[in-house]
C-alpha cells in the first residue's frame, strides 16, 4: 500500500466506525451505569442518614406486666415505660398503634420467655422497636436469677 492513501483509509475506518450507533451505544453504556450506580449509592446513603436521625431522636412508649417482681419501676419509666393494668387493654392498645410495645415478664424469667407485643410499622421501620424488652431490672434480681451457663 502505497503510504499516501494511509490517511485516506484511517479517515474512511475513523467515519465508519463513529457513524454506527452499536458504537456510541457500546462506549456510553459504561459511564452511564456507573452514574446510575453513583446515583442510587448516594440516595440510600440519604435515606439510611435520615432514618438514623429520626431514630435517635424517637421515644419508645410502652407498657409491661411484672408477674416476677424483679422490674424496676423507675428504671422502668425512665425507658418511657408504665405498668399495665389490663393486658387485654395493653394488648389492645399496641395493635391500635397507639402505643409501642407491650412486655409481660414471666414469673420466673430464667425457665419462661418473656412476651413481647410490638407494633407493626413495615419492613423499613423495622429496628425502631427494640424485639427485646429494655433492660428495666435493679441490680438486685441477677443473684436471684442464677448464672447461665
Known sequence: ?????LSTVISFEVVRTLTKRRFWISTLIVPIIGAIVIVLVVLSNTSTDNSVTAQKDAKLTFTYSDMSGLVNPS???????????????????????????????????TKQHTKVYGTDEGIFKMGSTPL?????????????LGTRP
Open 75 to 109: 428504671i422502668a419509666s425512665g425507658f418511657g415505660g408504665t405498668v399495665a393494668s389490663d393486658q387485654a387493654a395493653a394488648i389492645a392498645a399496641v395493635k391500635a398503634g397507639t402505643l409501642d410495645a407491650y412486655f409481660v415478664y414471666s414469673t420466673d424469667p
Open 132 to 144: 427485646s424488652p429494655p433492660n428495666c431490672w435493679s441490680p438486685a434480681p441477677r443473684g436471684r
Open 1 to 5: 500500500m502505497v503510504q499516501h492513501n
